[in-house]
Structure formats: C-alpha cells, structure tokens
C-alpha cells in the first residue's frame, strides 16, 4: 500500500500538467502561438488527451481521499460502520471498476467510431486538376464521429418561413445536382482540394416562402455543433450542401448524410452530420467555435478570430 500513495500523487501532478497544457493550447486567442503542435497532433486528438487527463485527475483525487481515508472516513461517518482496512479495499476496487468502464469509453468506443470505410473508387484528379484525398482531412470533431442511419435520416428546415419542411436522404438526392472542386482550409494549417456534389441550400430553401424579416441562416448537426451565415451568402452563392466526395458517398467521418460546402470560410464554418437548418432574424447568433473566440464571419481573408 505504501507504493500507491507516491504513485498516485505523480499521476495527480502529471495529469494536472496535462490538462492544463491541452486546455491552455484549445483557447482561441492563445491557438494562434501554439499551431505547431497540430504539425504533431490534430484537434480531435488534442481534445481527448484533455477529456482523459481530466478523467485520470480525478480518478487519482478520489483515491489519494481514500489512501488518507481520515477526513473521507469522518466525512461519511463511518467510523463504527466498517473498519478502515475494509473501506479502502471496497474504495479502491470501486475506483478501479470506474477507471475500466471509461478506459473502455475512451479508447474502444472512440476509437471504432473514427474507423474509414470507403464504399467506391475515389476519384483523384477531375478535369486535369489533382484532388485530396478523404484521407486527407483531419478528424477534428468536438464529439467524434457521428454515425446517422439513412433510412431513418431527416433533414428539419424552418424558422422565419410560412412553410416548413422535412426531407428525407432520398428526397435529397431528388434536387438538382451540382459538383464542383473546393477547397476546405482549416485555421490549423492544413488545407484539401476535393470535388463535391450534392445539392444547393438555395434551392433546398427556394419553396418555403422566407419571411422578409429572415437575416441569418444557422445549420445544426447531430452532435450539438452548430454555425450561422447572412442569408444572402446562401441565396447568391453557390454552396453546396455535399453528400458525395471525390465521387463516393459521404463517409461518416466526413458528415454523412451532408456536409455545408462553405466555400470562401475557415473550416471551422462547413460543418458537417446536418440535421437541421433554420431561418432566423438573428444576426449576432454564434455557432460553437464562434462562441469560443473565432471570428463570426469565418472569411479567409479576414482574422480567424474576434
């Protein structure tokens, strides 16, 4: 038991350390001198060495209480229950018990759900011009991968109309198709040439009679994610709402069923597993790394933050 309590303390400290330094680097205002870390490891990565040195930091907490055990002891009134030998077993096994459930959580779960898995030949050059690769792209979500079901999918779009509408993936696969290459630049430094093709969120919007007072345009995705736009950005550009890259089906690491191709914006802006769209009078809204410091507008030749 002696061994424990030394053991337990340098993991307190080392995963205080890391915490600290994961969260320091994910701060908008801070990110900007310290983008050479993503030469190393990209954002998804980063967000779960902080969510598991968290988890480790109080793990490593609640057992150096236990290990004191005076003050816990006290703290519950245990002192004629059960004999001090016995509570610090029974805590411990307990805390190794937790400690395996979310070891399970945060490495097999997360990790099965980033899998690949392509359903066609990709297509790496179009019109003369080479193309990135589904590979290419970083996973950098804020909850990993979303896996939606397609027969089950549907798309919400209201808000500010006088008729609000539901589709379902094969509704949207019935729009007028339209492709072409974009390329999605990303505020960590990477960037990737790709062919997308789906359908235009003006077109998807044309029937539903938008109210006079509708200013923005804010997307909604499966895992709480979310972003906003002038709703003239929409209307007189051509931004694709893709289902197909580089001539494949969207895969779930890319935004199936839909991703916003939000050409001329950082990255941060084409967000990805939409499943809901709203028209809104609200200017000001911030979707959640708007919230976070990054600039609302999301333009490349503006500053990537507020």
């Not at 598991?52 to 002891?73: D, M, Q």
């Not at 004629?80 to 979310?102: D, E, N, T």
């Not at 070891?103 to 779960?109: A, L």
């Not at 790496?124 to 079901?149: A, H, P």
């Amino acid at each position: 038991m002696k061994i424990i309590k030394p053991i337990v303390i340098l993991l307190m400290l080392f995963s205080f350390l890391v915490v600290s330094l994961t969260g320091i680097v994910r701060i908008p205002e801070i990110q900007r001198y310290f983008s050479f870390i993503y030469n190393f490891i990209n954002a998804s990565q980063l967000a779960f060495l902080h969510d598991w040195s968290g988890f480790v930091l109080v793990i490593t907490i609640v057992t150096h209480l236990i290990i004191k055990r005076k003050w816990l002891y006290s703290f519950l009134d245990l002192k004629h229950k059960i004999s001090p030998k016995l509570f610090k077993i029974v805590g411990l096994i307990f805390i190794a018990l937790i400690f395996a459930y979310f070891s399970y959580y945060f490495i097999i779960r997360r990790s099965t759900h980033q899998s690949i898995n392509l359903s066609g030949v990709e297509i790496k050059d179009y019109n003369g011009e080479k193309l990135g690769s589904i590979t290419d792209f970083r996973e950098n979500s804020i909850k990993g991968v979303q896996n939606i079901d397609k027969g089950s999918y549907r798309l919400e779009v209201g808000g500010l109309v006088n008729k609000s509408a539901s589709y379902n993936y094969d509704d949207l696969l019935k729009k007028t198709v339209y492709q072409k290459i974009v390329t999605l630049d990303c505020v960590e430094g990477w960037s990737v040439k790709a062919l997308w093709k789906g359908l235009l969120v003006r077109d998807l919007i044309a029937d539903l009679d938008i109210k006079p007072e509708a200013k923005s345009i804010i997307f909604y995705a499966q895992d709480g994610y979310s972003t906003s736009f002038p709703i003239d950005y929409v209307l007189n550009n051509d931004i694709i709402l893709a289902y197909n890259l580089n001539g494949v089906e969207l895969p779930p690491e890319r935004g199936f069923p839909l991703q916003l191709v939000a050409e001329q914006k950082w990255g941060y802006k084409w967000i990805k597993w939409i499943t809901k769209i709203e028209i809104s009078d609200d200017i000001n809204y911030k979707g959640y790394w708007e919230q976070r410091g990054y600039n609302n507008n999301g333009d490349l030749n503006g500053s990537k933050f507020q």
